[in-house]
Each structure stands twice: as C-alpha cells, then as structure tokens.
C-alpha cells in the first residue's frame, strides 16, 4: 500500500482480510462492506471483492487494486442485497493477473456459493488432485474453489454438513466467509490460526477478520468465533455447530506483532497492549544506556512507548514518513542511491543529533531496511544506535497464510544476533524472547503458534504438498 | 463500438470472434493474436481475450473493452507463447461484469485446457444440470465452462475422444478454439452454423472465424474448418477427425448480410460478393423508379452498388457518417431531439435535393433508425424515398449465437410490407426474397440457415431450456 | 483520429476547425457547442476547448484529446451560459503539451476577451516582437495571444475598431471567433483563405468554419461571412463591418479537395458536388482501360463515383478499411512488416483479383502510403493498377493554416510524374491539371489559393518570419 | 490529499511549495525536483509543476493532481536540462480547472521567464489594473502572472533590477523560484512571511519552501534566504541583492504550529522542537488531572509527547488512523452518520477506557472534527475527555498565503473558551498563549507575524483590494 512500500519490503505480510454481513432490509449493506473492507485494507492490498446476495440472486465483483480504487459508487450501486462477503487480499508474487480474486462465486446442486478465505491449506494440492480424478475443472488456483467443490460434491447432506465433512478433508489455517442462496456463514479453523469475529449492527449481524472493521461501521463486538466453530447466521437467527475433533489451539501470535490492527481485540487480547507489553519486556530483557527511544513508523510505535516507559528515557519522534509516496511513484532506482531512504524516512535530527538512540522495531524479516534506518541515523548525527525489535528472531517461513520470504532470505535463519548486528551496523542489537512474546500476549507458553521463530509447527508440513500460492 | 452505436441500435449482431494459432518458435505469437482481433473486432466489442501457451504453462488476459483499450505492451509482452487462442465477444444484456469474458482458462486431470466459444448452445441448462447433479461447481454462465466440463470430465480417453463425446452431448452453434498443453483444436458444429477457417503462416497455423483475420497477420488461407470437423495441430502437423453424424448443413446466412467483413470469403463465397448479387437481384425483384442510388454507411455499401449497376441508376454518396462518435461521448438525450440523427448522420444535399432517392440497406430490425433516415433524406430536400432492403424481412428470433430482439420489437414480426412502409414513411418499401437471397450465395435453397426470416429452425428449440446468455 | 491514422499520414492535415454560438435564454449552449466541435472533428483531433460566457464571466475549458475525450456531463454542466465558443486543433509537432489549446482566455482592461482561431499568420514573430519591445509578455506561442494584445492594447477605442486595427497590423490567414463580455464576434480575413459561416437556431446565432456543423446542430444556413468582414452579434442582433482594404479572393482550394467534410457547403460550393466534379474531369484528362475503379477509403469516394460515371467503368469496393483501430492500438512496428497496411486497409480479392484497377485517391503528398496501397491489389491479384489523382501534384509548402511537411518530403516537389509513377510501382499515373481543379469548383481561374500546387501566394512570404508553430 | 481528508477539514491550509535547482551537467535534474515536490508536497496537494531549462529553452508541464500523480517516467523524460523550478499547490474553492498552476511559464523580451509563488500579494488587483490601463492582457488570475509582468516591463534594466522594481511595487507576502534563460533566481518577501532555504547538492544549488526537500534529495542545508534577499545563482555561483527597506520581520508562526514539515529546521528553528516545546509550556500554562496523554494524528503528535513528558502523565497512542482512505473513495454521507468518525480515526479503546484522557491538537479551526474525536474518545469509555490545544485561539483570517475559513466559520472568533469547550463536548479545554507559543519558538514576542491570533497584522489590509484568489 501506498506509503508502506518501503517498510513492508522488510516485514512479513498478511494475505488476506474478510468480512460478511447478514441484515435483512438494510439498504446499504453494500457500503458497509466496503467500509468494512476500507477498515481491513491493511491485511491485503492487492485485489479486492464484494458479492451480494439479493433474494437468492448474488452478484460478485472483484478487482485488482485497493478497495476505494476498486469500488465507486456506480459499482456499488449494482450491489445490493441483505447478505454480503467481502474479501481483500495480499496476492503473492508470480500469479497472473486478476484471476484469482476474491470472493469466489459458483454456481452448484443447491444454488449459489461464495466464498472468502484468509488462511492458507497446506494440502490443497492433494485435495485438488483427487478431485480432479473425478473429472472436476478448476478456474483459479484458490483453496477457496477448493473448498467451494468439497462444499458442492456433497450437496445432497446439505451445506452445513458437507462443510462439516469438507473441514475433515482440508488441513492447515482457515477463517471463511461463505454465503449461500440464504445463509451467511463463518468458520475457523481447529487451530484458530486465523482470527474471526462476531459483531452485531441493529438487526444484523457481522463477521470480520478484526474487531477494528465493527468499529469502523458501528458494530457491536459479540465475541471471537471459536477454533473449530461454524457460525450459521439465516432467518432463524444465529447458531454454532462445533467440529467434533479436539485439539489444542494454536493461534498466529505475528497478529500481535505486526499483522493486526493495533485497535483490535484479538481473542480478548489488545492488540495495541500486547506491542506495548512486548516493548515494556524487552525492555527489560535487552536494556540499552540511552537518551532517547524513536520507533520505525508506523508499525513499531506502540512497542517503542512501552520501552521508554519502562526504561524512562525519553520518547520522541525520530524518523518522519512521507505519507505522498503513492503506488505511482517512480522509483528512485536511476538517482543516486542516497536519495531511497530519506525519500520515504527522514531522519528528525534535532532529536537524534549526538544522542544515543534507542530504535524500537516490530520485526527484522531481511534486514535491508534496519540497515538503512540505522545509516539515516547515524548521518543525521547519532552517538550511537541501540535496535531493539519487539519479536524474535524469525528463522522459519510460515505455512499458514502469512508471505514469508526464503529462509535463506530471512536474515535471522542462519545467523547470530551478532552477526546481524555487525549487518545493520548497529550499536547493539536486541531481540524479545519467544517466552517474553508470550508473556506480552497473557499467555503461559500455550494457546499460540510460534512457527516463525522456532519451528514448531502446529501440524506436519508434507514436503511437495505446500501449495505455496 | 465507436461510430456503430447509432447503426447498430437497429441491427442484429454478432456475439463472437475468435482466433487461435500454432506456431512454435514465432517470437510474437501474442502480437499476431492480437491483430487478428483486431481484424475480428467487427464480430465483439464488449470483452477481449488472450490466452497462450508456453510450455504447458498457459497464461490468460481478459477485460471488458475494445482489444485495443484491452491490451497494451506491458500486457501482451507477459503473454508469450507457442501456442495461442484469442476471443471477442459481445455480451448481451444483463450480464455482471466481466465474469464471462472469454477464453476460458481451467485446470483438469491432464493439465490445461483453455476454450474460445463462438455460438450457442440450447440445452445448456440441461447438461449443466447433470454435472452439478455430479457434485461439479461452475465459475461462470458461458456454454465455454459446459464445454469444458464435459471434456474434462472423459479426461481418461484422451482430450480427443473427450471432445467427441462433448459434441455428442451439447445441442446448438459452435465454432470453438481449444487449447491444451501441447495442442490448438479447432471444432465448428454438425451444422456448420458458425465459421471457422484454416490458415498457415510460415510453418505455423492459424484458426479463425473470417479470413479477414488471416490477411491481416499475413497468413495464406488453407481452407474451412467442414461441418462436424474436429481439427487438432500439434508437434506432428495438422489432423482432421470427422463426427460421425451426418446431417444437412445449415450455415448462417446472415453472416453474408451483416456480420462477417465484407473483405472476408466465407466456406468459399465472397461476402461482398453476395452484397453486391443480393443489390442486383434486389434491384430485379423491386425496382424502382428513382434519380439516385444511395447506400446506408457502412454496411449497406456492396448492395446499394449492385442495386445502382443493375437498374442504371446512378449511385453517389447521399449520408455522411460521424466517424468521431467515441463510446464516451455524451447522448444527445436532453437536448432537442433533432441533433440526434444530424449528428451521426448527415444527409448529403446536393446528391439528395430535388431527387427521387432510392436508399439501399442490408436489413431492417427494428426499424426506428430507418424511419429518422428517411426523414432526414426529406428534410434535406428528397422528392421521394425508395427504400430497399438486400434481406427478406426479419421474423424470428436467432437461438445459434446472434442477439435479436424480443419478437415483439422485430418491426416484420407481426406487420406486412406495407405497414412497415408507413411505420417509416418510405414512397416505396422493398425486400429481397428468401429465393433472392439463397441465389446471392450461389445456393438452390440448401445448405443455409434462414430461420430468422421463415422459422424453420435446424433443429428443435425446446422451451424453457434456452440458455439466453 | 482513430481510424485516419494510416491515411492521414499521407495527408495534408488542416490545423483547426471553430464554433461560436450566441444564444440568450438557451439552456443548453456548452452541448449544442460540443456536438458541432464533434461534427468539426476532422479539422483537429488533439485538442478541444469550449469557454462559456455566463452574465459577463467567462470560464473556458481545455484538454488534449478529441472532443468526446475532453468533456463529459460533469465538465459540460460547469459550461453554462449564453455565449460560447469552441475550438479543436491539430497541433503542429515539437509543441509542448497543452499550453496551446484554444481558446485561449484572457482579462484585459475592458473585461474578459476569448479567442478562438483557425488559419496561420506569417507576422507573427514579427508583431509579438513588438509587442515585447514595449513590455508584454506571452503565456503561449499562439497566434491567439498576438491577436488578444493587439485588441487588448487598443481597448480605449473599444472591441470593434480594436479589431479593425488588429487586421491592419497582422498578416496571413485568419478565420476567428471572439467573445466579449457580451458579444459574439466573427472575423474572416481579407482573402477568405479559411472558411467562416453563419447559422441561425431559434432565436441565437451561430458561426462555425463548416455548415456540417449547422446541420448537426439543427441550425439553418444563413450565408458565409465575407472575406474581410467582421460580424457582430449581440443584444441588438448582428451587424457587420467591413474590412476596408479591397483585395482579390484567394480561398483555399484544398478545403474542397480534402479538408472540408464532404456534406458541408463552402462559399457557395457543395464540397461533395466539387470531389465528384473533379474525379469527372479527371476522367477526361486522365482515362484509364480498365476493368474496376475503386476508391482509397474514405475521402476518395466521391472522385472514384465521378470517374466512374465519366468512364463508364463500374464502381466498385476495392479496399476494405479496419475502423477499430484506435489511438491506444500498438503500432505493428515490430511485428512482420507486412502486417502493416493488410492491419488498416485490406485489398476485397473478389473485386480486384484479374483485373485492371483505376484506383482514385484525392491528393498524394508523400507517396508511401500510395505505394502500399499499390502493392497490396497487387498481392490481391489486380492485373494492373492505373492511380488516379484528383488534384494537381503538391510542390510547395503551405503557410496558411494547413501542416505540410517540408518541401524535400513532398513527393511532387522534385519529381516528374513518371517518377513518382514508378516510385509507388503503379501502372500508369495520372494527376488532375490545375485547370481541371478550378473548373471542379466552377471557377474561371480566379478566387482560389493554389499555391500549394503552383507556388504563386496570395501574399509576399518574408523568408524568418514565417513562425511556423 | 488521502489520508488527510479528514483531519484537514478542520485545519488551515497552507497554499504552495516550491523549489529550484541550478545544476549544469546534472542528468537527473527532473528526477531530483521530482522527489523535492514529493517532500514539500504536504504543502500543497491539488496541482503539482516543473519547469526545466535546456540551453535557454524552457519547457513547462503541470497538472492537477498530486505530483506522483501528475508526473510519469515519460513525461519526466521530456524535462531534461540543467535549471528547473518547481511547484505544488493548494487551490483556494472557486477557481476553475487547471488554468492557474504553477510555475507559470511566460515569454517577454529578454526571453522565457519562469515564476513559482509561495504567498499571497494583497494588492495583486490594483497593480493587475494599472497594468491593464497600458494594454496589457493575463491569461491567468495568478499573482505569479502579475510579477512576471512588472518584470517584463523593465526588461531594459535588466531581470535583476527589474525584480528589485518589482519588489517596491508588490505588497504582501511572498517567496519566488524565478528561472530565467540562464539564471535561477530565489526572492523572500521583506518580513519573511514564507520560508525559503538554500542548499548545496555537488556543484549545484538547490532552493527550497523547507529543509525536508533538501534532505530527501541529498542536498546539504547552506542557510535560510533572508528576509528581503535576493539570491541570484548562475555561471558565476551565488550573488546575493538586498532590498533596502528594512523593516521588522514578521516571520509566520503557523509554518511551526501545523505547516511545516517536523524534520524541516526553519530560520534555524526545529519545527518538531518548536512543536515540543509548545506542548510543554502548554502542560504548564494548562495543566490537567489525567491518566494518558493522547495525540490527534498525526500532526498533534509531538506537542503531545512534550505535554505528557512535562506533566508526567503517561503518553500512549489513543486514536488510530485508517491509512487507506484514497482520494477516490466514497463519502458516507448517505450511510448512518455514526460511520464517519471511526472509518477515519477509531478510538483504541484498550488506552481510553475508564480513564481521564488528555487529547492534544496543534489547532482548532472550526471545532467539528474536535467534536467527533470528543465524542468518539467517550463512546470508547473515556471517563474525562481534556482538550489541549499547542496554539492559540484562532480569531482572525490570514491574508499572506494560508487558506483560512470566513471569519464567522472561525471557532474562536466570536466565542470565549468555555463556550468553545461546551460545543464540542469537551470536560476541560485549554489553549496555548500567544506569550507560550512565541516562547516556543524561542521569541522574546519578536519576528513573527501572529495576526491570526490577535489580528496585528505586519502591513495594512486595505478593503476590497484583497485578492482572495
């Protein structure tokens, strides 16, 4: 997105955001997906997608870009209706074009199908192979058609059993959004990998990626769609079927870090108190003797307040971000090199200026851009430079929804964090420990998944069965 | 399209192009795809498409728009290839958005299969029925996906055999292109409803619906893609497989009226050749007594010659066309209802002034466009308007691929010659008969379908089961 | 413009076409000005402007593009007024952007003064020179700004002797629309180089370069406005000053020949009735033994029907040319040569192959589209192709209004017609004398420009001061 | 611009920047004023331009819109040269389309002339009228067209003289990029109203409106341009010229409260400092019982983190902002109103709820976005909303170049603090002193213009001859 270009080159990256709406006789229900949509704009920038269910009729649009480039006011004029999905997606590298968009809408036995999925199905091509045996075709390369075809082959128990049976075919991290001819419906996956929530507006009821999208269009919070729950909202009301197989939760904690937004309560946590938390305990774990404590705008703000307050050195501002850097900006590749970083982050030297500089960040993913900051600050006049990040170390690639680079390219797969320190040129160099993380999210060492920093994942990766799209 | 929205209001249209070529080793495949659409533009406007082939890896661009609004350099310069199939289409009414522009694009058992449909099938409904009885899901409404389907779902006998099959089970047009991992197919239907030709380019081949497509990227023409044929180019050349059926040819004849090129030779007949006969049997058949010979721009230009050299009446230009009409410009609705037809068309006084004129056009619809014609042909001073049509009158609505109107709104449905006349305020109406036209083919009256302008359709219309997209 | 790509390129190009409407009480002015600037599209397609005057404030509107580009609904409604004028333009190469689109609107001592111009003056450089002599400055490098300081300066003697003054002091060929703060002012200069005519609609009063713009707009044709005289209309109706310098005519002739729109009347001349004429007398002076004469789409039609019908050779459609070929379309530069012309113009086999072809252009300027065009009824099989001219062969460079490369690039400029016969591979060739041209547009010699054929000015040509913008 | 919609509506507004570059032999000179305009663009978001000099000709190009917006890889291409100047620009309502961007490029008698103008001249109309008594025409309603034009009619003494004559004849506010056909030329008003750096970049010189354009792109930071200065930069290095008068500075005191960039240094003032320490004295003069100091972002940010460090009270993020809210998205007018606020700014309620909140803001304008945020904090479960502002009332309009609403939208301009607090819903409401905000800036109540707090402007505002444009 438009002014992160240049930060989001160095962190990892959400793929998806998805909302549902069910509100019989609203008459707008279409802008408050797209609001909604606007709210989750930050977990997906690359494609965008409504579809609208008027009297069993749904009608789906989807496009490349952000959702206030995708979406005006003709369009959503011909997207009325009283059940809506919406979905924003961050599309990895190497696919073409705008086909695998999203919602997904088919046409099966019993009528119409959408569906949005943020998550990632770690055995999607197996699953995809078997069906094709049986002489199915597939338009995209999407789970979500995956899952649409498990949803349609078995449509003769009804949708909510065949989404039962479907769960009992997919592995790996799932929230969905599916709508029927007159059903909305949610569901997490038995991890709880990806979040999901339930929120109510007047009549209507509301499922979103984050709690952040009810506030934005004046919904109440209910509560988290449980791991393992299927939410059937329709004429009757609401009702929860449970997926019978138990098995201990393991959410994605890189949402507290960086994916989330800070306004959110995920799972009843803060989003924002758990950077905070996180910046307070590192503090704490990787102390510096320092003057001034500055963040990497914008994501590790809430982190660096937490330093500064428990180490009581001063918070200040240290870098400024040009917020006008849009997507059509030309890259500065043919200028002189020095032009990139101050560009998009200028230093702010009369706070840095013969300081020793406390810089607080989220996450190192390759450490391309923490080198850089640390050079800024140091031509703006710093003493010295103290990096202190708020997670772990990352040293494996994610599996479940998340765009991690190559090992070989995360900077923290095969190094020591002296190693990285003597990289990004930095004074000294800080990482929070997968324990102290834990400690920011209330947790005792159980109930999230830390993949990323240790590789323990939460179920086994079969080589040659990733679907890495 | 640009300077047909006015002629066209009041035309039958084409629903498709397509083209498709096979040439290993040409560096600019996707550039030849991309002018023969142009070249086919004529046949779609609404929706362009490219799909090709590098390796078994196929790639697919499509957008709502002109082939030139559609794709630019940075577009067709992704689309390299071998092998490639290329689509335009014009939807009808009623359609969301660009979910059925064509090729088609899918994944099966044995790798890709991408389809490029010109036509329509009839029982659509039916046999989409029976998949999704077997669990499938459909992505789209296009007879392409049904067509698809079918062929996927006899992965097991071969893409060939597949194919067989597939025109044993759909009713209705087709010209289709096909392309698999290693192959372009060309398939046109047991009627010969709709055109397809052969061409060879260097040591490549070329699949199109006009020949206008082949003398456009420099291809010779080979010869028709017959009735019934399934014509497959691959590693090893060209083959032909025959459906077994055998059953009288009944191709369009309105492809020799209106929509085909008139540059184009159609299963060996000239189409302004047969313009320029339908003129001069016209001018046997309704004579009339008249100073000038004036065609209707563009498309009444060949009859309204062979008109004039037959009855030795002089021909000259008697309306000007717009040709700066873009599809942005601004309806003239709320102001004075007089600048619409000026704008567009502009009558030619001094041809026309004091003159007994008659007007040549190839078919009347509607008729509302012929009515403002004549008028302004009054206003600008003609004695009296003759009008003549090189087609009999339309009656009947197309099910095999061409938009009509509503019955009700075809001005010859329910109204004789001589209401039509007055309808329009012509001196003197005019038809060619269905005999006259059969003889501008070179036809004893077999081997064409004429079922718009008599009802006798090739094969039996069920209701109800019309797919009338 | 779209589809005259190809052609034009072999063209002379006419540099702007005008409009100006003074219409009290009519609601809807800026439209009836956009769709006679549409109708005047063939005089300019790369830039448009309309200024409005609305109770003595005038607000002007300007883009490159054609006319329907420029303006949409949103644009035209902030157009409202009584008064309007209009302009599109094709701009000479090497100018900057859109600097230079007209009108062009500025504020002088008396109030607002816009200025719309067609034609070229010779003194320019030599008048703004002047002008910066006594501290003017210059916003663009119009001809339009010249003419505005010239009447700015003078404001004490008021508008109309301001332009009285204005026409003694510049030189070449004007044809103008000024509005005032309450008037509407036409200007044609001393010689009638560049058409001007009057119409009436209602109660309103319309000026435009073409009467095809009166049609469009369902104004009726009052008379042209005489060379050298200045129409003024406003509360008290029109009123007309002439002029006092009494000078021999010397209308530009190649209005009639290639500019003009055929449908439009020039001083008295159906420019339709002069094409044909010529191709008539071209027949005469130059016969052919032939088989088929054809056209070259679509400004020599009217010549081809005249050769026709003087010959007794049957007319016929030879060339076929794509009109979907837009602005954005790729040049087919790196694509096989012969994709060229086959992309634009293809060659109608079944009127060409075997025979000998009288093909009949309407000017030749460089010759390489002609030899193009040669050799593709050549590769069509014509068995000779005989090229017929209907105007004389262009020698010399224009500096009236009209974009004419330089000398050296003009085919006729240094060769005999035998050359030029065999530079383009033609059979025979064969050019209308300018004998033959004056009597196509009922002259006794007198009255016309033809410098472009013979040289002879209608005025002294001072070698550095011709401003050639 | 974006994501500033909403804050902004309830900001004054700064109305241009600029910037110059003299760099002979620099490649890259387009590119670097480029990523300048990117820096200043805060300053001015709806047109965006850049003239450059190649040799002695001058090329223009500017647009509405942003400058990433505005500008491309190709029309960058088209500005090679070694000079150039550069603008963005605020437009005040009213004004008509893209006529009055900057620079204006005009051309007198000693050749081109570029003008780019930051300020306001508040007697534009009077010195517009007396040079149109001498005949002389605009073409725009640009104060940058009026100081070309007493340039222009000096031309005899030289541009140097000329824009010291100039300078005697304007009044107002003002800093200029002046290119001509060899010389970059930089002038600041007498009282320093609007600010204007020199920078040295290798062997270039770079003037611009701040600091932060010199940064980003790599230039060093020479010295501010005095008050009254003249620097002239050509073959021969740097000159400097000063207008006699001497007269008190009067710098304007809102380029530290809200304008400036935070990492800009001004007449050696650290704008982020300034902000600091305001919101320090303002924790001071203003003090409040209260749990968490928040900001209004992102322009309250430092004065907030310099009231929470000067209280003691803990500073936390409080309100968060949607980032993705483009230029193109749709209002929610017609939703339920409650959407507004939360879509823009959502409350993190985790840090507001039951506790005493301190909200800090650089400004008040009009009050309605302070409302919202009041609100919006106790629905979120504030237990005390205090607002604190780090500037004065604002009580009277600015006539030097920033765009301020009519007085009786003014907040502050009719109503005492309390009842200022009462309508926006506020438990306690403190402002800044003008005492406080000049200590700020370390004044001892010298150099700085404040009249828009106490209405003591630096000249004398005549009626009727402001030029409001």
């Known amino acids: 997105m438009y002014n992160d270009i240049f930060v989001k080159e160095d962190k990892l990256r959400e793929e998806c955001g998805i909302i549902g709406i069910y509100d019989k006789g609203n008459m707008e229900i279409e802008n408050l997906t797209y609001y909604g949509l606007i709210a989750l704009q930050h977990r997906g920038q690359q494609s965008a997608g409504i579809a609208v269910n008027r009297d069993g009729i749904i009608t789906c649009y989807k496009e490349m870009g952000l959702v206030s480039e995708v979406f005006d006011d003709k369009i959503l ?3 009325k209706g009283d059940i809506s999905i919406g979905h924003v997606r961050y599309s990895a590298s190497g696919e073409n074009f705008a086909a695998n968009a999203q919602p997904l809408l088919v046409k099966y036995k019993n009528g119409n199908i959408a569906v949005a999925h943020n998550g990632n199905l770690i055995n999607a091509g197996i699953v995809r192979e078997h069906l094709e045996d049986q002489g199915m075709i597939f338009a995209t390369t999407t789970d979500s058609e995956v899952i649409a075809s498990l949803i349609a082959r078995n449509y003769k128990v009804g949708v909510e059993d065949a989404i039962l049976n479907m769960m009992g075919v997919i592995k790996g991290s799932y929230a969905l959004v599916i709508m029927t001819n007159d059903k909305l419906i949610g569901v997490r996956d038995n991890y709880g990998l990806r979040p999901l929530v339930i929120g109510r507006r007047g009549n209507g009821y509301v499922l979103a990626s984050e ?7 004046g ?3 209910v509560r988290d769609v449980e ?3 299927i939410v059937v909202i329709g004429e009757d009301g609401i009702r929860s079927i449970h997926c019978s197989s138990i098995i201990p939760q393991s959410k994605c904690i890189f949402e507290y870090i960086y994916f989330a937004r800070p306004d959110s309560i995920m799972d009843g946590i ?4 758990a950077r905070e938390n996180a910046g307070m305990i590192l503090a704490k774990e990787q102390p510096a003797e320092a ?3 500055i963040c990497v705008p914008d994501s ?3 982190a660096a307040i937490g330093y500064a307050r428990q180490s009581g050195i001063p918070y200040a501002v240290g870098l400024i971000k040009n917020r006008y850097i849009g997507r059509t900006f030309i890259q500065p590749s043919q200028v002189s090199r020095e032009i990139g970083v101050a560009l998009k982050l200028n230093a702010l030297k009369a706070n840095i200026e013969g300081k020793r500089v406390v810089m607080v960040d989220d996450s190192i993913v390759r450490g391309t851009t923490s080198k850089k900051i640390v050079q800024a600050l140091k031509d703006a006049g710093a003493k010295e430079v103290h990096v202190r990040v708020s997670s772990p170390v990352v040293t494996h690639s994610c599996y479940f929804g998340i765009y991690t680079p190559n090992r070989k390219e995360l900077v923290g797969a ?3 964090t002296e190693a990285i320190k003597k990289k990004i040129n930095a004074d000294s160099l800080g990482y929070l420990s997968i324990e102290g993380l834990l400690e920011s999210v209330g947790s005792n060492g159980e109930g999230f998944c830390t993949a990323c920093f240790c590789g323990k994942y939460p179920m086994e990766i079969l080589e040659g069965c990733i679907n890495d799209a």
Chains 1, 2, 3, 4 share one sequence.
Do not use: M
Request: aromatic share 4%; with cysteine.
């Open 77 to 79: 004029n011909l997207l």
């Open 211 to 217: 709690t952040c999208a009810l506030d934005t269009i």
């Open 219 to 221: 919904a109440a919070f």
């Open 227 to 229: 791991p393992g729950e």
């Open 270 to 273: 803060s989003v924002n108190q």
């Open 291 to 293: 003057d001034v404590v």
């Open 300 to 302: 590790g703000t809430p």
């Open 414 to 416: 095969s190094r020591l």
